[in-house]
C-alpha cells in the first residue's frame, strides 16, 4: 500500500486510478475530435485544449470515487461497476454542464459531452475486463509471513481470505510452545536461519502477532529480518492499515501514545477545516431552503408535533449541546423521557420521516450547529449523554472519539452499516479512532465524496 496524506491505498487502487484518467483524457479528446469532424471544424493541436480534457478526467473521476467505483466490490464485479460509473458520469456531466456556463473556455463544449458520456464509462470498463481476464486475483496482492500462530495470527488469516484482500499470507511461524491455531505453522526452532527463510518464501513483509509479547518478543529475529530490507511490523498497525480503522482487541495505551497520529490539532489544520465548514454550512442552508420549505411542511402534515426536533448530544471534549434535526419521528417516542436505540424497522418513525431519514434530509439543519461551531461536517457521529456513559464503561477508548470534533458525516458512516446497539457502537469506534489518528484535509474530502455514495444507496440508513 502506499500512505497518501497519512491514508493508505493499495497500489492495485493507484494504478486503476491512474490508468483510469489517461482513458478518460482520451475519451474527452476523442469527443473533441469527433464533434470537430461533425461540424466541420479544423481540428487543433491537443495542447490548444488541455484544460478542458484534464477538468473533464478529473470531475468524472471524484464522480467514481464519491459512487464507489474504486471500492472492493466494484473491482470484482463488472456488473456493479457499471452501474456506478453510469451514476459517476451522470454526475460529473451534471456538474460540467453547469461549469460550462460559468466558465466557458475551461470546460468542454456541451454537445462535447454527449459524446464523451458514453466514451467515459465504455474505455475504464475495457480496462478492468483486459485487466480481469489476463491477471488472476494474486497479481497485485503482498506476501505477508506472520510471526505466531495463535489467535491474533488467526485473524489475519481470516482477513486475507476475504473478497478484495491485499495481500496472502506465505507463512506462519510459532514462536511458543502453545498449542498453534494455524495447522500449517513451523516451529521457530526447526528455522536454521530467519532471513533465509523469508527470502526463501519471497515475503515482503513481517508481521508480528504474538499472543503475548512479554519474555517472548524475538528482538534478534526481528532485527535481522529488518536488516536484510523486509519490513516488519505490529498486528495493530497492521490491521489499521488493511482495514481502515483501529482494532481494539489488539492496541493497547502505549501504541496510542507512542503511534504516529493524532494531530487533528494542529493549528492550520484546524482554522483550515473551520474556515470550510463555515463556508459550506452557509452554502448548504441557503441552497437547500426550498428543500427545508418543502421538508417542514411535510412533517407539520404528517403527524402532529413540532416540525423541528431538538436533543442534548456530547460534543468536542465532552461538552454537551443542542442537535437540530427535522423531527422524523412520533411526539411520544421516548415515553418518560427514556432513551432508547433506534432499531430496523422502527414503530416511532413516521412516514414522512422514513423518508427523511433515507435521504438525509433529516440532518441538514445541523448545518446550523456547523455554522455556530459546535460541529463539523466530518467528524465522529454525535451521541447522546445517556448511552455515552454507557458506552465509555463498555468499551475501552470510547472517551477519545470526543477529542474531535462531532460531524454530519463520519469514517464510519461511509463504512459501517447502521448499528444501535454495543457492538455496533465498538464497530463504529474503531472507525472514528481511525479518523481522529489519521486526520487531513484529504481525508475529509475522501469522505465527503463518498457520503454521495451513502446518499445514493442508503443501505445503512434508519
Given amino acids: 500500500m502506499v500512505r497518501l496524506f497519512k491514508h493508505y491505498i493499495p497500489h492495485a487502487v493507484l494504478l486503476l486510478a491512474a490508468l483510469d484518467a489517461l482513458m478518460l483524457m482520451g475519451a474527452a479528446e476523442l469527443a473533441w475530435v469527433a464533434r470537430a469532424w461533425q461540424i466541420d471544424m479544423a481540428i487543433e493541436p491537443v495542447t490548444a485544449r488541455w484544460a478542458p480534457i484534464v477538468i473533464f478526467s478529473s470531475v468524472v473521476q471524484l464522480g467514481m470515487i464519491a459512487v464507489g467505483v474504486y471500492g472492493p466490490q466494484a473491482l470484482q464485479s463488472l456488473r456493479f461497476t457499471f452501474m456506478r460509473m453510469l451514476a459517476a458520469v451522470s454526475l460529473a456531466v451534471i456538474l460540467l454542464a453547469t461549469l460550462y456556463f ?36 494474486h497479481s497485485f496482492q503482498r506476501r505477508i509471513l506472520v510471526m505466531g500462530a495463535g489467535e491474533r495470527a488467526a485473524r489475519i488469516g481470516a482477513l ?34 530467519l532471513s533465509e527463510h523469508v527470502e526463501r518464501l ?16 524475538p528482538l534478534s529475529d526481528l532485527v535481522r529480518v529488518k536488516t536484510t530490507g523486509v519490513y516488519v511490523n505490529e498486528i495493530s498497525s497492521f490491521l489499521e492499515r488493511e482495514t481502515g480503522r483501529v482494532d481494539l482487541a489488539t492496541v493497547n495505551p502505549s501504541w496510542f501514545i507512542f503511534s504516529d497520529g493524532f494531530t487533528a490539532g494542529q493549528r492550520l489544520s484546524k482554522v483550515a477545516k473551520r474556515i470550510f465548514d463555515i463556508i459550506a454550512s452557509i452554502a448548504v442552508l441557503a441552497g437547500t431552503l426550498p428543500i427545508v420549505i418543502v421538508a ?45 436505540w433506534a432499531s430496523a424497522a422502527d414503530p416511532r418513525i413516521t412516514r414522512v420521516g422514513n423518508f427523511l431519514r433515507q435521504t438525509r434530509i433529516d440532518e441538514i439543519p445541523q448545518a446550523w450547529n456547523v455554522l455556530k461551531g459546535e460541529m463539523s461536517f466530518v467528524g465522529p457521529r454525535p451521541e447522546r449523554p445517556e448511552f455515552v456513559g454507557e458506552l465509555e464503561q463498555q468499551i475501552p477508548y470510547y472517551a477519545e472519539r470526543h477529542m474531535v470534533k462531532p460531524g454530519l458525516t463520519g469514517w464510519a458512516q461511509v463504512n459501517y452499516p447502521y448499528g444501535a446497539s454495543i457492538e455496533d457502537a465498538k464497530a463504529k469506534l474503531e472507525y472514528d479512532l481511525y479518523y481522529a489518528k489519521n486526520y487531513t484535509p484529504f481525508l475529509d474530502l475522501l469522505i465527503l465524496l463518498q457520503t454521495i455514495r451513502v446518499v445514493l444507496w442508503p443501505e445503512g440508513a434508519r
Fill in 160 to 193: 486475507s481470505d476475504e473478497k478484495g484482500s491485499g495481500f496472502t499470507v506465505v507463512g506462519y511461524i510459532a514462536m511458543t510452545d502453545n498449542p498453534s491455531v494455524m495447522a500449517h505453522a513451523v516451529h521457530r526452532d526447526s528455522i536454521a536461519n
Fill in 202 to 217: 519471497n515475503a515482503g513483509e513481517v508481521v508480528l502477532a504474538l499472543e503475548e509479547r512479554r519474555g517472548s518478543l
Fill in 296 to 340: 417542514a411542511i411535510a412533517v407539520r402534515l404528517d403527524s402532529k408535533g413540532p416540525i423541528f426536533y431538538r436533543q442534548t448530544r456530547v460534543g468536542h471534549y465532552g461538552e454537551p449541546y443542542r442537535i437540530i434535526k427535522f423531527r422524523s419521528m412520533r411526539q411520544d417516542a421516548e415515553v418518560g423521557g427514556k432513551a432508547v
Fill in 102 to 137: 460559468i466558465f466557458p473556455s475551461v470546460a468542454l463544449w456541451r454537445s462535447n459531452l454527449a459524446f464523451a458520456m458514453p466514451l467515459a464509462i465504455a474505455l475504464p470498463m475495457l480496462v478492468r475486463s483486459f485487466l480481469i481476464s489476463r491477471l488472476d486475483g
